[in-house]
């Protein structure tokens, strides 16, 4: 299994505003789109083929079709934060077809898509292994229609990616608190067929890193500067700017 993290969804109750505290922290902040017949609506802080998505409910009507969506709108009504992470692979089938030899539940990928503000349709298919925002937090897996190869060279083509004025630059790790780091261990070594390193799992240029806690606590993201935003000023979850050691 290949595997790279692809981007964490903070939920937010207001997109407008949580727009503004992210640029007011040196992010470049670009508009995402509506997600079809989701009610959804996005903005997004891109490094790569890697990001941060900012999310919130643009129709509630909409969104009260999908159990997916009501998780989401729930946790926006507690006040949001990082809902959740997205792990990317050249194989949803394969690795959900694994998941499920390893004895666990695993349901159908299910086909999405954003309507970009160009007017152009992103394609994608996700999958999810365990419950949406629920411990162990474990991430869903996403495989894009179009190539790694072919989706950077479309960003970087249309201006979307970097150019943040606090020099974020690629990830380098998530935080993850779990109610029980051992049984957490053996949940992802099960689910995405990982070997940790200690409390840590590796994959494609960046770490996950399991400690006691409750959902996903930190963002570290490699930067030319060194800086720390608490949760409260970064919509809900703590993000640290590192430089290279």
């Known amino acids: 299994m290949t595997l790279r993290l692809d981007h964490v969804m903070i939920v937010v109750p207001d997109l407008d505003a949580a727009v503004d505290q992210y640029a007011r922290l040196g992010f470049r902040v670009v508009p995402g789109?509506?997600?079809?017949?989701?009610?959804?609506?996005?903005?997004l802080i891109r490094f790569g083929l890697d990001y941060?998505?900012?999310l919130a409910i643009a129709d509630p009507v909409e969104a009260s079709q999908f159990e997916a969506q009501r998780r989401i709108e729930r946790f926006a009504s507690q006040g949001g934060g990082a809902f959740l992470y997205?792990?990317?692979t050249d194989d949803l089938a394969r690795d959900l077809a694994?998941?499920?030899?390893?004895?666990?539940?695993v349901e159908p990928p299910r086909r999405m898509s954003r309507r970009r503000p160009d007017g152009?349709?992103?394609?994608?298919?996700?999958?999810d292994i365990a419950p949406l925002g629920e411990a162990p937090n474990c991430p869903s897996l996403i495989q894009w229609e179009e190539p790694d190869e072919r989706l950077a060279q479309r960003y970087a083509r249309e201006g979307e990616v970097g150019g943040h004025p606090n020099g974020a630059r690629?990830?380098?790790?998530?935080?993850v608190g779990v109610p029980d780091v051992k049984e957490a261990l053996e949940r992802y070594r099960q689910a995405y067929g990982l070997e940790p390193d200690g409390d840590v799992f590796h994959?494609?240029?960046?770490?996950?890193r399991l400690q006691p806690g409750q959902g996903i606590e930190r963002l570290v993201i490699e930067a030319t500067q060194d800086a720390r935003f608490p949760a409260d000023q970064a919509c809900g979850v703590e993000?640290?700017?590192r430089r290279p050691r």
Do not use: C, D, F, Y
């Not at 789109?33 to 903005?43: L, Q």
């Not at 690629?170 to 935080?175: C, D, G, L, S």
């Not at 994959?203 to 996950?208: D, H, N, Y």
């Open 33 to 43: 789109g509506r997600h079809v017949g989701a009610g959804t609506h996005n903005a």
């Open 52 to 54: 941060l998505e900012l």
């Open 86 to 88: 997205v792990l990317a």
């Open 98 to 105: 694994a998941a499920r030899k390893r004895g666990l539940p």
């Open 120 to 127: 152009t349709l992103l394609q994608w298919q996700l999958g």
């Open 170 to 175: 690629r990830w380098m790790e998530i935080v």
């Open 203 to 208: 994959v494609r240029g960046s770490t996950i």
């Open 239 to 241: 993000i640290e700017l």
